[in-house]
């Protein structure tokens, strides 16, 4: 079993940069490929970004690529996502999750961090 708690949210101006942070519990972080995903009022949850378990392989969804970098530390079982050049529509609810290797499902999710870009 894997929790996942995510932190860095806040409230940046447009422009401006955060890094989130999501501690999974659990000795097995390092089986599971990692994501990112965000969720704005009235609209459905969509894929941000993903890491796979080692590392050294990444995704994107194209409205953050270039802007948005995906890591992980699986010594200290943590994943991050840095995040510069905030756009106001950047602002949701982010939210880790993790996705054990072999399968195509996230099935552990993270309560998520409220992250506002202001003009």
């Known amino acids: 079993q894997v929790q996942l708690v995510e932190s860095g949210g806040g409230l940046v101006q447009a422009g401006d940069s955060l890094r989130l942070s999501c501690a999974a519990s659990?000795?097995?972080?390092?089986?599971?490929?990692m994501g990112w995903f965000r969720q704005a009022p009235r609209k459905e949850r969509e894929f941000v970004a993903t890491?796979?378990?080692?590392?050294?392989?990444?995704n994107y969804a194209d409205s953050v690529k270039g802007r948005f970098t995906i890591s992980r530390d699986n010594a200290k079982n943590t994943v991050y996502l840095q995040m510069n050049s905030l756009k106001i529509e950047d602002s949701a609810v982010y939210y880790c999750?993790?996705?054990?290797?072999?399968?195509?499902?996230?099935?552990?999710w993270g309560q998520g961090t409220q992250v506002t870009v202001s003009s």
């Open positions: 999750a993790a996705r054990r290797r072999g399968s195509q499902e996230y099935s552990h």
């Open positions: 659990g000795r097995t972080f390092s089986s599971y490929n």
């Open positions: 890491i796979s378990w080692t590392g050294d392989s990444t």
